[in-house]
Nanobody, 122 residues
Framework: VQLQACGGGLVQAGGSLRLSCAAS????????MGWFRQAPGKEREFVAA???????NYADSVKGRFTISRDNAKNTVYLQMNSLKPEDTAVYYC?????????????????WGQGTQVTVSS
């Protein structure tokens, strides 16, 4: 599986962005898809994950502001980010984990995209 993330950019605090991650292959629905982020000087952290049927989970820091979704017909996962804060500034990565069980652990994801930069100005 190859993953290509896009949609990052510069936005003011309170603004919105939508990230997309396109996956290659014909078994996209067999994978849990996740979004992670890494801020400068910090470890990569879990943001959100979604299974094939749309069940989702979020980090506490983004609950109520971010929404993860997927379109299995288009092999694409999305991350809608609203009410952005400066602390959301990071490189955002999409990742794929084979199976139906979501996970917040980086080491349980098999495939990673290249990352897209999100910068939120105050």
């Amino acid at each position: 599986v190859q993953l290509q993330a896009c949609g990052g950019g510069l936005v003011q605090a309170g603004g919105s962005l939508r990230l997309s991650c396109a996956a290659s292959g014909r078994t996209f629905s067999s994978y849990v898809m996740g979004w992670f982020r890494q801020a400068p000087g910090k470890e990569r952290e879990f943001v959100a994950a979604i299974n094939w049927s749309g069940g989702s989970n979020y980090a506490d820091s983004v609950k109520g502001r971010f929404t993860i979704s997927r379109d299995n017909a288009k092999n694409t996962v999305y991350l809608q980010m609203n009410s952005l804060k400066p602390e959301d500034t990071a490189v955002y990565y999409c990742a794929a984990r084979y199976g139906s069980r979501w996970s917040a652990r980086l080491d349980e994801y098999n495939y990673w995209g290249q990352g897209t930069q999100v910068t939120v100005s105050s």
